[in-house]
Every structure is written in C-alpha cells, then in structure tokens.
C-alpha cells in the first residue's frame, strides 16, 4: 500500500495526538475556574455583608459608664458644659433607642439606662439650680 501524506490542519494533528484539550474539557476547565472565582466572591460577599451588620453593639454598656461620667462632670460644670452635657444624654438616648430598634436589648439593661438616664438629668437640673440659687 502506498502511503500518502495528506495535509492536515495543525489543530487536528495536535487534537489527534493528545496534545490538545477537547472543547469539552475547556469547556469543564471553564467551568471548574468559574465556580471557584465565584465561591471565593460569594464567601467575602457573606463575610462584608455579616460584618456590616454586626455594627459593635454593647448593649448599653458604655452608655450607662458616660452617663455616670456625666453624673460626676455636672459637679463641678458650669452653664455652658451644662447645656453640653444635656446635649449629650440627648444623643445616648436618641443612639440607644436607634439600637434598640435593630438589636434588642434586654430589660434589665433598658431599665438600668432609663434609671441611669433619669439621674444624670436630675443631676444636671440640681446644678443649674444651685448654680441660679448662687447668683440670686
């Protein structure tokens, strides 16, 4: 028999001989990276999203340790730290109450920061009185 070499396509003869993936296995490589970029993406978009959630919340915590700061300044304050002060109690409790909405916090600890709350007003008021009393 005679043997004739034919012209083949150099994608064909690398096909033929292994050389070359199948459309198939590019198609499954594809795939494979893709599930992978994705499964990497989807776990950091879980992880940022919990994060974002996970706001610190200490359950009223710090607010009942600046409140009780509070306390203590109004002692020796004089009008204009009197107004801020009073200021302050307004954004603890406009923060608590915000936090309050997102995360339940537990009744001990709402009743402890109105009871806290109360005292540091009380405390403020009893130091413009004196402070108006003095004057007088």
Do not use: C
Request: glycine letters at 8%; proline letters at 3%.
């Amino acid at each position: 028999m005679l043997e004739h070499d034919l012209p083949a396509h150099p994608g064909a003869v690398a096909f033929f001989s292994g050389e070359q993936p199948s459309l198939v296995d590019s198609a499954t490589s594809i795939f494979y990276l893709a599930s992978i970029v994705l499964g990497i993406f989807g776990s950091g978009f879980a992880w940022l999203l919990g994060y974002w959630k996970s706001t610190p919340f200490n359950g009223g915590s710090a607010d009942i340790d600046r409140l009780i700061a509070i306390m203590r300044e109004a002692r020796s304050a004089d009008a204009q730290d009197l107004d801020r002060l009073e200021d302050e109690i307004d954004e603890i409790v406009t923060q608590s109450l915000g936090q309050g909405v997102g995360k339940a916090m537990d009744a001990d600890k709402l009743n402890i920061l109105s009871i806290v709350i109360r005292q540091a007003r009380e405390a403020l008021n009893k130091k413009r009185h004196s402070n108006s009393a003095s004057k007088d």
